[in-house]
């Protein structure tokens, strides 16, 4: 209801894309997306930052949660709400059983009590603010072409 006031709001004074920046894994709005969109005029999407560029060139060990790549992000741009890494766990991660929950191929909500000891899903001992200040650049990098896109886009013209 809340995306859809704003998008609806937004809407009457004559924007024509609405993009939602999500930075939390957990929170798709593909679904609720699904849903608006015929009910708007309005083009609706959604990006999510931590998929704009693949962390393999910036990160040994990424992690999924509070690992490698999250740990050196909030120590690029927010240090003082990390604690010091000496207090951290390894991150060790209890994977699924059933093959295509762990392959990430099926999907069903983890519960972090189960899932890891220290809700770490990835090793932060190699995190560092360089690492978060070259990524997030890359990532920014990345979605600054992805606007200037969809600025051009005409959107009821979006397919090839």
Known sequence: AVLYEIAESVQ??????LLILN???????RQIIRELQP???LLLCQIHWFRCVKPDPFFTTPGDHAGELETSVMLHIAPD???PLSEAGPGAEHPFKIRGFREGWAW?????IDA??????????D????KGERYLAAVAEQIAGFLVDLAAADVKDLHE
């Open 39 to 41: 009910k708007l005029s």
């Open 116 to 125: 890891t000891d220290d809700t770490g899903t990835g090793n932060p001992y």
């Open 127 to 130: 995190a560092s603010r360089e």
């Open 23 to 29: 930075g939390h894994g957990g929170n798709d709005f």
């Open 108 to 112: 069903t909500q983890r519960r972090w």
């Open 12 to 17: 009457l004074y004559g924007v024509k894309k």
């Open 81 to 83: 709400l990390v604690r």
